[in-house]
């Protein structure tokens, strides 16, 4: 097995078939049981991703024609990435990705030239992708155009921020343990973690770790999510006695950060339109030993699902173009296009609405998304606010996070260490 030539199938299925970076990934393991292997062929992939946009700048600076062969132009960007932003000795990255031509002579002569001019050049290359907006910033030209209009001052930060790797957090499980007693837990394993002050349940670790390794993982201690999203649960402020709608829940982070802070719900409702998904809802919920009513079921029809029982509290994580986790997720550069952010808004403005009137007068509706564009966030939320009169944006408080909006607060990438979200909470009057 050639690690490389598998990391090059994974970005093909990304750059020509449009699937996922994560279910590209997972296809590709099976059979591949070397952790060492699989750490290295997803650090190829993401690279790849993540900086694709310089990557393809240089490599048509090294060949005459564009490259019809998908997988070859993939073997191409894997090389380069390698020499450029990974300690991977020079000969070893040249002689290992020429070899994952395999039978293809034309093939391995092109991935060795253009390996080989590429060390030569490489400086007077570097230096002409700096000088193209596209390839310096490593972002499609429509997505740099909307931060800018969106974040004028905000948006060089948030593109340094969206090529970085993100760092690993975890949510102590507060029902079985206090964040005091599982940071002594991870220091008796060497895990270094610091608390977030703003975050009652959060642990940023210095380096990420393997779920494997975390003392109590299994047993249901800590989960793996960042402090962004743990915000949801704080802001919807579930009190005992309560029915709780968890719409679009999966794959259920949000869901059991509820039922953790706080076990005296009357009952706590998860929706979800995509069955697949709400199967790791289900697991996840098992392995904290919690337990919710799931609900495969479309959120913009809840005549469909809905038993006729007003909830106290909503949280709607909406559909989004989920442009504020392109660090954990740097393939939404390539697959996300500028025409999906219109058909978003006008899913989340109809998901809004029908979920709307299944919340009790006085009750409370908490708006999420982890994107960063202000057509899906403040700007969703005024909409909805002219059309419902009864309905009245509260106050998130002395919030130690996030930039004020015209309505909501909204989380920019990188702040406090954070993906970029966005929350808005709501009340029917």
Same mark, same amino acid.
């Given at each position: 097995?050639?690690?490389?030539?598998?990391?090059? =199938?994974?970005?093909?299925?990304?750059?020509?078939?449009?699937?996922?970076?994560?279910?590209?990934?997972?296809?590709?393991?099976?059979?591949?049981?070397?952790?060492? +292997?699989? *750490?290295?062929? &997803?650090?190829?992939?993401?690279?790849?991703?993540?900086?694709?946009? =310089?990557?393809?700048?240089?490599?048509?600076?090294?060949?005459?024609?564009?490259? #019809? +062969?998908?997988?070859?132009?993939?073997?191409?960007?894997?090389? !380069?990435? &390698?020499?450029?932003?990974?300690?991977? /000795?020079?000969?070893?990255?040249?002689?290992?990705?020429?070899?994952?031509?395999?039978?293809?002579?034309?093939?391995?002569?092109?991935?060795?030239?253009?390996?080989?001019?590429?060390?030569?050049?490489?400086?007077?290359?570097?230096? #002409?992708?700096?000088?193209?907006?596209?390839?310096?910033?490593?972002?499609? +030209?429509?997505?740099?155009?909307?931060?800018?209009?969106?974040?004028?001052?905000?948006? $060089?930060?948030?593109?340094?921020?969206?090529?970085?790797?993100?760092?690993?957090?975890?949510?102590?499980?507060?029902?079985?343990?206090?964040?005091?007693?599982?940071?002594?837990?991870?220091?008796?394993?060497?895990?270094?973690?610091?608390?977030?002050?703003?975050?009652?349940?959060?642990?940023?670790?210095?380096?990420?770790?393997?779920?494997?390794?975390?003392?109590?993982?299994?047993?249901?201690?800590?989960?793996?999510?960042?402090?962004?999203?743990?915000?949801?649960?704080?802001?919807?402020?579930?009190?005992?006695? &309560? @029915?709780?709608?968890?719409?679009? *829940?999966?794959?259920?982070?949000?869901?059991?950060?509820?039922?953790?802070?706080?076990?005296?719900?009357?009952?706590?409702?998860?929706? +979800?339109?995509?069955?697949? @998904?709400?199967? =790791?809802?289900?697991?996840?919920?098992?392995?904290?030993?919690?337990?919710?009513?799931?609900?495969?079921?479309?959120?913009?029809?809840?005549?469909?699902?809905?038993?006729?029982?007003?909830?106290?509290?909503?949280?709607?994580? *909406?559909?989004?173009?989920?442009?504020?986790?392109?660090?954990?997720?740097?393939?939404?550069?390539?697959?996300?296009?500028?025409?999906?952010?219109?058909?978003?808004?006008?899913?989340? #403005?109809?998901?809004?609405?029908?979920?709307? $009137?299944?919340?009790?007068?006085?009750?409370?509706?908490?708006? *999420?998304?982890?994107?960063? !564009? /202000?057509?899906?966030?403040?700007?969703?939320?005024?909409?909805?606010?002219?059309?419902?009169?009864?309905?009245?944006?509260?106050?998130?408080?002395?919030?130690?996070?996030?930039?004020?909006?015209?309505?909501?607060?909204?989380?920019?990438?990188?702040?406090?260490?954070?993906?970029?979200?966005?929350?808005?909470?709501? =009340?029917?009057?």
């Amino acid at each position: 097995m050639n690690t490389r030539l598998v990391a090059a =199938r994974v970005v093909t299925r990304v750059l020509q078939d449009g699937q996922s970076l994560t279910a590209a990934l997972d296809h590709a393991f099976v059979g591949i049981e070397s952790v060492k +292997d699989r *750490a290295f062929i &997803q650090a190829l992939c993401y690279g790849v991703c993540r900086q694709y946009h =310089r990557l393809d700048f240089i490599l048509t600076q090294l060949v005459e024609k564009p490259l #019809k +062969d998908a997988e070859v132009k993939a073997l191409a960007l894997v090389g !380069l990435y &390698q020499l450029n932003f990974m300690r991977v /000795k020079a000969h070893a990255a040249v002689s290992e990705t020429v070899l994952a031509t395999g039978k293809k002579p034309w093939a391995k002569s092109l991935i060795n030239a253009v390996l080989r001019t590429y060390l030569r050049e490489q400086e007077g290359l570097e230096r #002409k992708a700096d000088r193209f907006q596209v390839a310096a910033l490593s972002h499609p +030209d429509w997505l740099i155009k909307q931060l800018e209009q969106d974040w004028p001052e905000q948006a $060089p930060n948030i593109l340094l921020e969206n090529n970085q790797q993100p760092p690993m957090v975890l949510r102590v499980n507060l029902a079985k343990t206090n964040r005091e007693h599982y940071l002594q837990l991870l220091l008796n394993q060497n895990i270094a973690a610091e608390t977030v002050s703003f975050c009652p349940s959060a642990l940023r670790l210095d380096k990420p770790v393997p779920v494997e390794l975390l003392p109590g993982f299994a047993q249901g201690l800590a989960s793996v999510q960042d402090t962004a999203a743990q915000l949801a649960a704080g802001l919807l402020d579930v009190q005992p006695g &309560q @029915r709780v709608l968890d719409v679009c *829940a999966a794959p259920g982070g949000k869901t059991a950060h509820i039922l953790e802070s706080q076990p005296q719900l009357k009952e706590l409702v998860a929706v +979800d339109i995509d069955e697949a @998904r709400m199967l =790791r809802v289900s697991e996840n919920l098992q392995r904290l030993g919690l337990h919710a009513t799931l609900v495969v079921g479309d959120g913009a029809k809840p005549s469909d699902w809905w038993d006729g029982r007003l909830f106290d509290r909503i949280l709607l994580d *909406a559909p989004c173009s989920a442009l504020g986790v392109i660090r954990r997720h740097p393939d939404i550069k390539l697959l996300r296009r500028a025409e999906d952010i219109a058909q978003l808004q006008s899913l989340q #403005k109809t998901i809004l609405a029908a979920v709307w $009137p299944l919340l009790v007068p006085g009750g409370v509706l908490i708006y *999420a998304t982890c994107s960063i !564009l /202000k057509q899906e966030n403040e700007q969703q939320i005024q909409a909805f606010l002219a059309e419902h009169s009864d309905a009245v944006e509260l106050s998130l408080g002395n919030a130690d996070w996030g930039v004020a909006g015209i309505c909501g607060q909204q989380i920019l990438t990188g702040e406090s260490a954070m993906d970029g979200f966005y929350y808005a909470r709501i =009340r029917k009057v």
